[in-house]
């Protein structure tokens, strides 16, 4: 019986040993693979720390060379890359591992973007570039470059402690060269680059009336006779920085008991970006004179732009008889027509069509002259006259004889009509410059 008993323990204690046997390597396994895991991914996000330490380096040690868009470039693509830190560094956080060395990876993780994101905004800062847009953290850090330092220390300390357990994990060590940088020279190398100094600009790029001016002199505005007009002025910013502007527009009657009306709005321009503002129109009469002042105040003015524009606006008597031109086209048509600039093929010659109008009830009799006056090469003046009778409320299109001209050649075409009242919204005359291409 002694004998029985002493057999029946001693299978259950080899059943036992057998279990704990088996329960202890399945836990050993399992720390294995999780551990491998971890290491894994761990070294794949410090790769990605690294290379953004190597990246940032060399901004702020050659970025010197480069021009302000392209580091701004840069610093927001390296913005983007501590975005995907945080993510990852969240995968980290379970299951718990020995030594909790994958919350200690977390958290100097979102230690490090903070830092590096302030180390990002001091330098955009200091080259007075459009502030960065935060991560989602954005913690400011008092001595960013000294905390990247500190988190990369402890790290390489802590990335030992798995080389002794399951799986023996070689963990990747943290690099911190751009820090050090930082800490001893800041971003001096970049904000002693001329290419990097910020070079102010705005200007009036284009303005708008509506309802359209008819066909005028440069520099004047001929309206019809309507009780009001609007004005729309777009404003561009030349330079690479965030640009406050003022701009004024105002109109004073030259005539009449109309008061003058001035309009200013303030803007916020972005870098080498343009804006357009609408005023409140503007009240006017038939037969009524004015100037009409833009100006734009917060910066010297642009390349190839002015800070101001000034137009004597005219506005058409309520019915005043008579004939006009309406237009002028080119054959061949002219290359991005300007307002008073046409740009031609590099032709050996071209002629004109002359839209020209009686608004009248009377039979007009004019006189239609064309004239073309090289301004360079060895070709003489020509001229060429249409006399013309037009019937009431008539539109005509007269077509020159060929103008002979040479590639490169620039000159100036006139077209004037005489001998008649000149009609509301018509014109007397025009003049273009005319642009040849060299071939």
């Known amino acids: 019986m002694l004998l029985t008993l002493a057999v029946a323990i001693t299978l259950v204690l080899l059943v036992f040993a057998r279990d704990v046997t088996r329960s202890a390597h399945g836990s050993i396994d399992t720390r294995r693979s999780?551990?491998?895991?971890?290491?894994?991914?761990a070294n794949a996000l410090v790769v990605q720390q690294n290379d953004f330490d190597q990246s940032l380096v060399k901004l702020l040690r050659s970025g010197g060379s480069l021009t302000r868009p392209v580091v701004d470039t840069e610093l927001k693509q390296l913005r983007l890359d501590l975005i995907g830190w945080g993510a990852e560094a969240q995968l980290l956080h379970r299951p718990r591992?020995?030594?909790?060395?994958n919350d200690k990876l977390e958290q100097l993780t979102e230690q490090r973007i903070d830092a590096y994101n302030s180390i990002l905004k001091s330098i955009a800062s200091q080259l007075t570039l459009p502030a960065l847009a935060p991560v989602s953290t954005d913690r400011p850090v008092p001595s960013p470059g000294q905390l990247v330092i500190t988190t990369a220390i402890a790290w390489n300390a802590d990335r030992y402690d798995l080389t002794k357990e399951p799986g023996r994990q070689h963990l990747k060590a943290m690099t911190y060269g751009a820090a050090k940088y930082f800490v001893a020279f800041g971003a001096k190398n970049l904000t002693s680059s001329p290419s990097l100094a910020v070079v102010r600009g705005i200007g009036v790029a284009a303005v708008s009336i509506t309802p359209a001016p008819f066909p005028s002199t440069p520099g004047e505005?001929?309206?019809?006779?309507?009780?009001?007009?609007?004005v729309g002025v777009s404003v561009e910013n030349t330079g690479y920085v965030d640009q406050p502007a003022t701009v004024t527009v105002t109109l004073t009657p030259s005539n009449g008991a109309r008061r003058a009306v001035r309009q200013s709005f303030h803007l916020h321009l972005a870098p080498l970006q343009s804006y357009a503002v609408v005023p409140h129109e503007f009240a006017a009469a038939p037969s009524e004179r004015a100037t009409l002042t833009i100006s734009v105040?917060?910066?010297p003015a642009g390349a190839n732009l002015s800070t101001s524009r000034r137009y004597a606006v005219v506005m058409?008597?309520?019915?005043?008889?008579g004939?006009?031109?309406?237009?002028?086209?080119?054959?061949?048509?002219a290359l991005s027509p300007q307002y008073n600039e046409l740009t031609l093929p590099g032709v050996h010659g071209f002629h004109a069509q002359v839209s020209i109008e009686n608004s009248s009830s009377l039979q007009q009799p004019l006189t239609l002259s064309v004239t073309l006056r090289p301004l360079n090469g060895s070709l003489p003046s020509v001229r060429q006259v249409f006399i013309e009778s037009l019937a009431p409320q008539q539109l005509l299109a007269v077509?020159?004889?060929n103008f002979v001209t040479q590639p490169g050649e620039r000159a100036d075409l006139i077209v004037a009509v005489s001998g008649t009242p000149i009609?509301?919204?018509?014109?007397?005359?025009?003049s273009y410059l005319v642009v040849l291409s060299h071939s």
């Open 34 to 41: 999780e551990n491998r895991s971890f290491g894994g991914l």
């Open 316 to 321: 058409s008597p309520t019915d005043v008889p």
């Open 221 to 230: 505005l001929l309206l019809p006779p309507v009780s009001q007009f609007h």
């Open 423 to 430: 009609g509301t919204g018509l014109a007397k005359s025009r």
């Open 323 to 333: 004939a006009g031109i309406v237009s002028v086209n080119l054959i061949p048509i």
């Open 297 to 299: 105040k917060g910066a």
């Open 399 to 401: 077509s020159t004889k």
């Open 97 to 101: 591992l020995a030594h909790d060395v």
